[in-house]
């Protein structure tokens, strides 16, 4: 079965540090990738995904993720985290061809002020 | 457009005792999906839907049923629940997953449920 990694379960930033979490995923076969971000309280939103082209994907709020296909890794990446950008993110991974999505365990982001 | 919804947005149960979950989308969406949040695990897909009158098992589908009725409504039933089914859960639809372009997962506000 599908798996996807989250190493980072926490992450302390503070403002206007530079920001890369992890994901990796254990399919072989073509996939589709996503990172969704989750606000206190709120339901989860899509920051970015990828299905095919260019393996850099930008995202709303300045967020890019790199798809590196020999590395089955799918990493979130900001130069430059806000205070708003406090949430916990989750990568998530769909076989090209399936029907249901797997998702990594999530990271939990701070940023302080 | 209200997206996706959910009702209720809390619950607290009794174990042994019943209740179902609705969930609502107005994007006129073919697929449907129920998940629950556990701290550390992420969202597990319980069971989803392809259309109006189809459902399929996902990842943890034990104590959990489902119907889609209707193409808008998904519902989510615990028949006995159990503590081990105190978690958030999370319903989200799409237009469609398969082939070669994939749409993304809207999802609804969540529901907490505590069953003691």
């Known amino acids: 079965a599908q798996s996807v990694s989250q190493h980072n379960h926490h992450v302390i930033l503070s403002e206007a540090a530079s920001l890369e979490l992890g994901c990796n995923y254990s399919?072989?076969?073509?996939?589709?990738l996503f990172w969704y971000v989750q606000y206190p309280g709120q339901h989860l939103q899509l920051l970015l995904k990828?299905?095919?082209?260019?393996?850099l994907v930008k995202g709303i709020k300045g967020f890019e993720a790199e798809f590196i296909k020999s590395k089955f890794s799918f990493n979130l990446r900001k130069p430059s985290v806000q205070w708003s950008d406090t949430a916990e993110y989750f990568c998530a991974v769909k076989e090209n061809a399936g029907n249901m999505l797997t998702f990594g365990g999530g990271t939990r982001l701070m940023v302080k002020p | 457009n209200a997206g996706v919804t959910q009702t209720p947005k809390f619950r607290v149960l009794k174990t042994g005792q019943s209740m179902t979950l609705l969930c609502a989308q107005d994007m006129n969406h073919e697929y449907m999906y129920w998940y629950r949040q556990d701290p550390g695990m992420g969202l597990r897909l319980i069971h989803y839907?392809?259309?109006?009158?189809?459902?399929a098992k996902g990842e943890v589908p034990d104590g959990y049923n489902v119907s889609r009725l209707k193409k808008q409504n998904f519902l989510l039933g615990l028949e006995s629940a159990a503590p081990s089914q105190t978690s958030v859960y999370f319903c989200?639809?799409?237009?469609?997953?398969?082939?070669?372009?994939?749409?993304?997962?809207?999802f609804g506000p969540g529901t907490r449920l505590t069953v003691l």
């Open positions: 399919y072989g076969g073509t996939v589709n």
């Open positions: 989200a639809s799409s237009f469609r997953t398969s082939g070669s372009r994939t749409d993304t997962q809207y």
């Open positions: 990828y299905f095919s082209g260019d393996p």
């Open positions: 839907s392809v259309g109006e009158g189809t459902t």
